[in-house]
């Protein structure tokens, strides 16, 4: 019998590499602003505490300490994304192969973001679509975000799988810290947006290099 019942997965840099749409979404708001763009490699380290804090980031400092042009740059920017979440948007490699494996092993899959529920849900749908994640949940109004582990707890409980039998599948620190504050096993991912020593230093458990590692360790 496998040692995890339940997996799940962070979404932006973990199922998908969605950070072409993203990074294209905030520079067209910046650009509008005839404000500094950023690079792709700059948004790496920008995602992945939710979108307002990835505005926050990609603004001057000055600017992202005003209310009233921080929330206009927001909704803006929910605009943009909404125009081009899947221009260039796609699992990675080994992906869909990664799910498969689990599901024939008896293994359950959820989906916990930071992204807006709304677009956390259209991704997943129209981007892995026929993969029977069991729950598919994003940044929700008065549910903490991660690294709270609260929503990843809530949805071990509701299937009734102990954090123990859970493994937290993630690409950033951020997931890491909340897969080891639920009591889950903490597992990093290498084609994602953050690095190894990353990682590493925020304890994950295990770290791989290729999503087929991911069924190996259950």
């Known amino acids: 019998m496998s040692a995890i019942d339940l997996v799940i997965f ?43 804090m990835l505005i926050r980031r990609s603004l001057p400092t000055e600017l992202a300490s005003d209310p009233e042009f921080l929330a206009a740059v927001l909704e803006d920017y929910q605009a943009a994304y909404g125009r081009n979440w899947n221009n260039k948007s796609r699992p990675y490699d080994g992906i869909p192969d990664c799910l498969g494996n689990l599901i024939e092993n008896g293994v359950q899959l959820a989906v916990l973001s930071n992204k807006p529920h709304h677009f956390t849900r259209l991704c997943v749908a129209q981007l892995l679509p026929g993969v029977p994640f069991v729950e598919v949940c994003g940044d929700r109004e008065g549910v903490p975000r991660k690294p709270d582990p609260g929503a990843a707890l809530a949805i071990a409980a509701g299937l009734g799988i ?33 690095g190894e020593e990353e990682l590493r230093s925020a304890g994950a458990r295990h770290v791989v290099t290729c999503p087929d590692e991911i069924a190996r360790l259950i």
């Open 10 to 52: 962070d979404l932006d840099g973990t199922l998908l590499d969605t950070i072409e749409d993203l990074g294209d979404s905030v520079n067209e708001v910046l650009s509008k602003r005839r404000l500094a763009e950023h690079s792709y490699c700059d948004y790496r380290d920008y995602i992945g505490d939710g979108m307002e």
């Open 162 to 194: 102990a954090a123990g039998r859970t493994m937290f599948v993630g690409d950033t620190n951020v997931d890491i810290t909340t897969g080891l504050a639920a009591g889950m096993l903490a597992v990093g991912v290498l084609w994602g947006f953050r």
